[in-house]
């Protein structure tokens, strides 16, 4: 049961990355996937989920309009398209799976399978 992210890297303030979330060992259908970021020194914050069944999605406000979540259950794998990148979206990011039927949401502690990170760098 693994979960890999990649595609960070160092982009100007205004640019634009995808992180991809391949995941393995089980059905990413039966799972909530969720995108988090954790700074040095500061708690992990949750960034998007997007639900298991319906596709529906959730944003942090500090992402709204900015970020978009998807997924390929066919593919097994998640996607975070990071537009308008502000230096304060400097941060590791992880993805995550859930499987808690009741709670669909950004608390990192509904989540149980946890990918290693990949670091986004905005700056200039």
């Known amino acids: 049961v693994q979960l890999q992210a990649s595609g960070g890297g160092l982009v100007q303030p205004g640019g634009s990355l995808r992180l991809s979330c391949v995941t393995s060992?089980?059905?990413?259908?039966?799972?909530?996937i969720g995108w988090f970021r954790q700074v040095p020194g500061k708690e992990r914050e949750g960034v998007s989920c997007i639900h298991r069944s319906d596709g529906s999605t959730t944003y942090a406000d500090s992402v709204k309009d900015r970020f978009t979540i998807s997924k390929s259950n066919v593919k097994n794998t998640a996607y975070l398209e990071m537009n308008s990148l502000k230096p304060e979206d400097t941060a590791v990011y992880y993805c995550?799976?859930?499987?808690?039927?009741?709670?669909?949401?950004?608390?990192?502690?509904?989540?149980?399978?946890w990918g290693q990170g990949t670091l986004v760098t905005v700056s200039s």
């Open positions: 060992g089980f059905r990413m259908a039966n799972y909530h």
């Open positions: 995550a799976a859930s499987t808690n039927v009741l709670y669909f949401d950004l608390n990192p502690s509904r989540y149980t399978i």
